[in-house]
């Protein structure tokens, strides 16, 4: 598997490591981000935190899948180019990259040192659908059959 020069490039600069494959990762990876949907979608429309968290979560599966394919893992420093390094590959648009960044930077860089500070309505129906929309997406870029659910 060739893998894009944008991977090669932040391997260079350390923020990515090269790494073998693990066999069943990348579709474990996959049916986490399934099982996390499900979960969101289950949670009642009311408990925006705990939806978006569990959209969050299932979104950073894609991350994790997308990574595993290529062959590589963010060094600690290098989870936020990761995020965009992937959602670039997804082609996600302006909006839906601007949510995904924001809820990385809740979910690490406030969880840890403060309350998880509110989320509406509208911001864990975007995330929601956010990763609704790009399972299929990471499904079709590593060539894995889709699990129906």
């Known amino acids: 598997m060739q893998r894009p020069t ?12 090269e790494v073998a494959q693990t066999p069943g990762a990348l579709a474990l990876y996959l049916t986490n981000a399934q099982d996390y949907l499900t979960g969101a979608n289950q949670i009642d429309a009311n408990l925006s935190m705990q939806r978006f968290t569990s959209a969050y979560e299932g979104y950073f599966q894609l991350v994790q899948a997308v990574q ?3 062959c590589v893992r963010a060094k600690a420093a290098g989870r936020n180019l990761v995020i965009q390094r992937v959602g670039s590959d997804l082609k996600m648009t ?9 809820a990385h930077t809740r979910r690490n860089e406030t969880t840890y040192h403060s309350p998880f500070p509110p989320v509406s309505k509208a911001e864990a129906d975007a995330l929601v659908g956010i990763l609704k929309k790009y399972i299929p997406e990471v499904y079709k870029l590593s060539g894995t059959p889709m699990i129906a659910q």
Do not use: D, R, V
Not at 6 to 17: C, F, H, P, S, V
Not at 94 to 102: G, N, S, T
């Open 68 to 70: 595993e394919f290529y």
């Open 6 to 17: 944008e991977y090669q490039n932040l391997i260079k600069t350390g923020a990515l490591e």
């Open 94 to 102: 302006p909006p839906e990259m601007a949510l995904i960044i924001k």
